[in-house]
């Protein structure tokens, strides 16, 4: 989730900066997204997807806390970018939104809406 956070600060940063020094704003973004938070990402996310290959989820029975706790930056990964490379880990978002129990949020609380979304 840090790494989520980090990325959203970071793509907000050209948009909020003032425009004499948007571009430099852009460039110092681009520079994070590119060199540190996509590679740290990645990483993680292959490190999650072998686990959940392996096991189908995190801890215990279905669902565990665990399972709950991860659910939703999953499920931010899942809205921003395609998880073709990660099956296991679109396996287990398509699991949670499935459940009976996240269908029931949805209903009262409404849809996940990721921002610029």
Known sequence: MPLL????VFSQLPKQSPWLIKPLAKGISSTVQQRFIQPQL???????????HKRSNFA????????????FPLQAVAATQSLARY???????????NDPAWQRVVERAGPLIMPGG
């Open 5 to 8: 956070v980090m990325g959203l």
């Open 42 to 52: 990645k990483q993680h996310l292959t490190i999650i997807e072998s686990h959940l």
């Open 60 to 71: 215990g029975d279905w669902p565990s806390g665990a399972d709950i706790q991860m659910s």
């Open 87 to 97: 099956p296991a880990i679109a396996a287990f978002v398509a699991r949670i939104e």
